[in-house]
């Protein structure tokens, strides 16, 4: 930077500087695992971030509002790229069945597991939604998550639908969070279709999917490809259908048996294959041809009791992206905390704790499309901070249940309450 560029810059008001602090980047372009960079500082305006480096090296001395970092971490905000929180009633008496030994697929064919979080969803209005689903979300913002996406599919049918869809709306007008809405009304067949499986899936193409699209509810559609939802081939027209609409794509694939819902998602270049204790090696190749991240989902397999873990070794040796979320929802994974998710993911799975970091940020942005502008504390990123009293992140997650952001900023705005 010449001299004349930098005094006119440092000229400039600027909205915040956080000052001697450690930045755990985890920015992808610098070679080391967590992106750190050490005697740092980071500079924002506008809700967006204009520096971030060596604090001897910044040409922001001050600005409206300048912190003390004392020596504190700062991190992405953390990101839960796959949620299911809005929903009524809870499945306690489903966690006593399965600790029986009735497996999840045995239960919801016996008319429990989804449809009866439907049964309770249909019958809920907006105000009870939101304030359960509030309860959940809080404890999520709570360790710092300022992204997150939640998903449909407990409607079941246009109305309600939309319903959990506009509760998910307003829970992001009301919430310092940026919330990103799924539609997942391919989530199971209803009840009242039960002996009509296409005829479900037209609806869902015909009438919900354009209604969504009609009051911009969703950006992005999921589906649940396995033996007790949907085919391969239904996900296909599924997705031709969304695709039409403008939707993203995402799946539950490959959950709990190998049904090729992966290669669907390959062929429509979707953002992510969630899940995917099944997938196969060749399945993995495609992913990364197409660009597709995996989002990694230790909370379903730790409640659910499952033995097949998703292939970590294999994604990591073809630079499959890995993120990691919570699945929050009543029955599979009833877990309102990515910070265990997270450590689930190492312990159970394997993953590092650089990976899982990079997990809850960088790879979950990338799992919403959003790898662009957030998940990386980098100029031109959106300045979602966390300031943590830890010696290193990897102490975050290995200590389960113990540590919470000092600080939080939004878009540069500091949260002062969830
Ligand atoms: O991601 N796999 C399907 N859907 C959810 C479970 C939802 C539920 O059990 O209510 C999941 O695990
Ligand atoms: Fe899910």
Redesign the pocket.
């Known amino acids: 930077m010449n001299a004349s560029r930098q005094d006119s810059r440092t000229m400039e008001t600027i909205d915040g500087l956080i000052r001697n602090i450690r930045i755990a980047t985890l920015n992808s372009q610098l070679d080391t695992d967590y992106g750190v960079i050490e005697d740092g500082c980071l500079a924002w305006n506008d809700g967006k971030i204009l520096y971030v480096g060596p604090q001897d090296q910044s040409p922001y001395p001050s600005a409206v509002t300048t912190i003390d970092g004392d020596g504190c971490w700062l991190t992405p905000g953390l990101i839960d790229c796959?949620t299911?929180l809005v929903y009524a009633g809870n499945?306690a008496g489903e966690f006593e069945a399965l600790r029986q030994g009735k497996s999840?697929a045995e239960i919801a064919k016996a008319g429990g597991?989804?449809r009866s979080?439907v049964t309770a969803t249909r019958a809920a209005d907006e105000a009870d939604l939101f304030s359960e689903a509030a309860k959940r979300l809080q404890r999520l913002l709570a360790e710092g998550v300022t992204t997150v996406e939640i998903k449909s599919?407990?409607g079941l049918n246009r109305d309600d639908e939309l319903k959990m869809l506009r509760v998910i709306r307003q829970l992001g007008e009301h919430f310092p969070v940026e919330v990103h809405a799924t539609c997942l009304a391919a989530?199971a067949v209803p009840p009242e279709f039960h002996d009509d499986p296409e005829a479900y899936l037209n609806r869902v193409i015909d009438e919900i999917l354009p209604a969504v699209a009609a009051e911009n509810l969703a950006t992005s559609v999921d589906v649940?490809c396995?033996s007790i939802?949907f085919s391969a081939d239904q996900t296909r027209r599924l997705f031709r259908a969304a695709t039409r609409l403008g939707f993203k794509l995402k799946g539950?694939v490959e959950?709990l048996t190998q049904q090729g819902g992966t290669d669907v998602l390959c062929e429509f270049n979707a953002l992510s294959a969630?899940?995917i204790e099944f997938i196969s090696e060749p399945q993995i190749g495609r992913m990364a041809e197409a660009g597709v991240t995996a989002v990694i989902?230790p909370g379903?397999f730790y409640y659910l009791g499952e033995h097949q873990k998703p292939p970590i070794e294999s994604l990591r040796a073809h630079q499959v992206p890995m993120a990691v979320a919570t699945?929050q929802?009543?029955?599979?994974?009833p877990l309102s905390s990515l910070l265990t998710a997270a450590n689930l993911a190492c312990v159970l799975f394997g993953m590092t704790p650089a990976e899982a970091w990079s997990g809850m940020t960088r790879s979950a942005a990338q799992a919403l499309g959003l790898g662009d502008r957030k998940g990386q504390l980098r100029e031109g990123f959106d300045a979602d901070l966390l300031l943590w009293d830890v010696d290193h992140p990897r102490q975050i997650i290995h200590e389960i249940n113990r540590f919470r952001p000092q600080r939080i900023w939004q878009a540069g705005q500091e949260r002062t309450h969830v």
């Open positions: 796959h299911h499945r999840y597991g989804i979080t599919g407990y989530h649940f396995e939802a539950h959950q969630d899940h989902l379903a699945d929802n009543p029955g599979s994974s």
